[in-house]
């Protein structure tokens, strides 16, 4: 009998829920047994429902429900609350304190020491820089502008490593002042940075300690004007050129990740605009013909096996091609023009000295195609494809030697998929019988790319007017407004623009959460956040649907009833209704 438990209240409370879930027939009904067998076994009384969570099948949500439930009860009968284990434990050490300092004189604590960074160094630097807005500026600085007020006052580079095997700059004690909340960032994907109140104190002790006069604020902030007459919606001006620095002496990678970088933190100066999804006016950055190379780019991912990993690159090269090896955001393999000057972006308002073309490769052996096909990373690749920003998408399938009869079980997916690639995706599927096909395959196109672009200028749009909102309907309203002209973004743009997290919005977010469901593709999802734009629009929905059997009924349909007139890839079936009625509607 329940009665014989050492904890019966608690006990009919928790067999109230598994009966429930008995009769919804919900998942839940696993972790209310288990919960319900420990807690009848249990010879222990509990003075709190959080003591549970020592107990098997006991988690914190499961005990916070059982806490509301019991002070729900507890007004009702008008009984008092027990007392939280936390709040016994900190009275007793309470208590056991006082009895110690009577016993004994406390000793008196060393007031912590005031951070004042060293003199000349990255963070006093960077301080001091910051120093030069006013107090009540909301806005903030990018980083290009800080570190051309920045590195007068540092002896150490912002841009170059002082030890060339290592790839810490000056820059790098920006992550201690943002630790200690000296300085605050703000913007995505492109950053910008100001002082907090406690930023203010140190900069006026260091100024008092340097023998500075406090100067009027923002009085020797970098003056920004628009170069020529461009007009740009927003008041976006050209950046200047930036201040002379130290010849860089870091391998390729730490250049790459200084560029990567720097787009994520280069803004437009001002306060940002009211609708960054707003189409701007700008004139494009113009590189002219023989000012640049055109280089394929490898992700470092890309091996033959783990013991042969340079294959790809040492094949390429045989064959007069020198690949450069990155983690690619999107895609297995892409080109890039890179500039002969590599300041000439910088003078016109990009960064770095790379420009992405149209061109992304998706590589594919057999199997791994049949294996994301199964678990769903074959349609949320071609979905991130879209969303990139290319144009001219490859995919190459390596067809190589399967089991027989894995290859019969899977050869329709197969097939289906490839169709839709072509069709719906209009992107060029490329197969080849093995990866020393596709390497030729590869040198060919670097070859034939380089002879189409070297000999035509480029327009690149100056990553100032880029948002993470505005990429996508910019490069539409382009394609759309100007066909014969093609523009271009620099790399690093592309790379903070195609990352996974970089950019991520709330109905990213949103979208990821809905395609956690199995068979809920990228296509689909979107479907859902068009017809219930947020998760509190979707879980509203299903608690208007009621309660009971009737309200359980009319959950599991919901989804369909609402979307289930698509067509295609979009179409949404009963039963995956009612699977993602499982998961959302448990919500409510």
């Known amino acids: 009998m329940d009665e014989d438990c050492a904890n019966p209240q608690l006990l009919g409370w928790v067999k109230e829920w598994l009966d429930q879930a008995r009769e ?7 972790t209310y047994r288990r919960a319900y067998d420990a807690l009848k076994a249990c010879p222990l009384p509990f003075q709190h429902p959080s003591e549970l969570q020592q107990l098997k099948g006991f988690g914190p949500k499961l005990c916070e429900r059982l806490e509301e439930k019991l002070k729900k009860h507890c007004q009702e009968n008008g009984l008092p609350m027990p007392e939280h ?12 304190d006082d009895a110690q300092q009577e016993g004994s004189k406390t000793k008196k604590k060393r007031a912590p020491k005031a951070y004042v960074p060293t003199l000349r160094s990255g963070p006093y630097a960077l301080i001091l820089a910051l120093a030069t807005l006013s107090e009540d500026d909301s806005t903030g600085i990018t980083k290009t502008q800080l570190i051309e007020i920045a590195q007068p006052h540092c002896d150490a580079s912002f841009s170059a490593p002082s030890d060339p095997t290592k790839f ?13 909340e000296m300085v605050y960032e703000r913007g995505r994907p492109l950053r910008r940075y100001a002082l907090t109140d406690e930023g203010w104190e140190v900069a006026k002790r260091m100024k008092q300690a340097n023998g500075m006069q406090n100067e009027a604020p923002g009085s020797s902030r970098m003056q920004v004007e628009p170069s020529g007459s461009n007009t740009v919606t927003g008041n976006i001006p050209s950046l200047p050129p930036p201040a002379e620095r130290t010849p860089s002496l870091s391998p390729e990678l730490t250049i790459i990740s200084e560029a ?11 306060p940002p605009a009211a609708d960054d999804s707003s189409i701007p006016e700008f004139t ?20 033959r096996a783990k013991t042969d990993r340079d294959y790809m690159q040492e094949e390429l090269a045989k064959q007069g091609i020198k690949a450069l090896m990155r983690n690619l955001e999107v895609g297995d393999a892409q080109w890039i023009a890179k500039c002969r000057d590599p300041s000439v972006l910088a003078r016109h308002g990009a960064e770095g000295d790379e420009i992405v073309l149209d061109w992304i490769v998706e590589r594919k052996r057999l199997d791994d195609l ?5 678990d769903g990373r074959f349609h949320e690749q071609k979905f991130r494809l879209q969303r990139c920003g290319a144009t001219r998408v490859v995919y190459i399938i390596e067809e190589i030697a399967m089991d027989a009869a894995s290859y019969t079980r899977y050869d329709e997916a197969v097939q289906s998929a490839i169709a839709s690639t072509q069709v719906v995706n209009g992107y060029f599927v490329k197969r080849t019988a093995k990866m020393d096909d596709t390497i030729k395959y590869l040198a060919r196109m670097t070859r034939m790319l380089t002879a189409r672009y070297e ?12 948002t993470a909102r505005n990429y996508a309907p910019l490069l539409a309203h382009l394609r759309a407004t100007q066909p014969a002209v093609r523009h271009y973004v620099t790399y690093a743009a592309f790379a903070s623009l195609a990352s996974k997290s970089e950019t991520m919005t709330l109905k990213d977010v949103y979208l990821k959460m809905l395609m956690t469901t199995r068979r809920v593709t990228g296509e689909r999802a979107l479907e859902m956040q068009r017809r219930w734009p947020t998760p509190r629009a979707l879980v509203d929905a299903y608690r208007s649907c009621g309660d009971g059997e009737a309200g359980r009924k009319r959950k599991a349909d919901l989804v369909f009833a609402e979307l289930g ?18 998961i959302w509607g448990d919500y409510v």
């Open 168 to 180: 810490y700059t000056a820059w790098s004690s920006m992550k201690t002042l943002l630790q200690k």
């Open 24 to 30: 919804r027939n919900s998942k839940g009904i696993t």
């Open 284 to 303: 494009p950055i113009r590189l002219a013909p023989g000012s640049f190379t055109v280089h394929l780019l490898l992700d470092v991912r890309e091996i």
């Open 260 to 270: 990567q970088q720097l787009v994520r933190d280069t803004v437009v100066d001002g």
């Open 455 to 466: 000999r035509a200028p480029l327009h690149v749009i100056p990553t100032r007017v880029l």
């Open 85 to 96: 284990p936390r709040l016994r434990k900190k009275r007793a050490q309470e208590a056991e």
């Open 565 to 582: 007139h698509l067509v295609g890839r979009k179409k949404f079936s009963r039963n995956l209704s009612q699977s993602i009625a499982e």
């Open 370 to 374: 049949i294996g994301s096909i199964k």
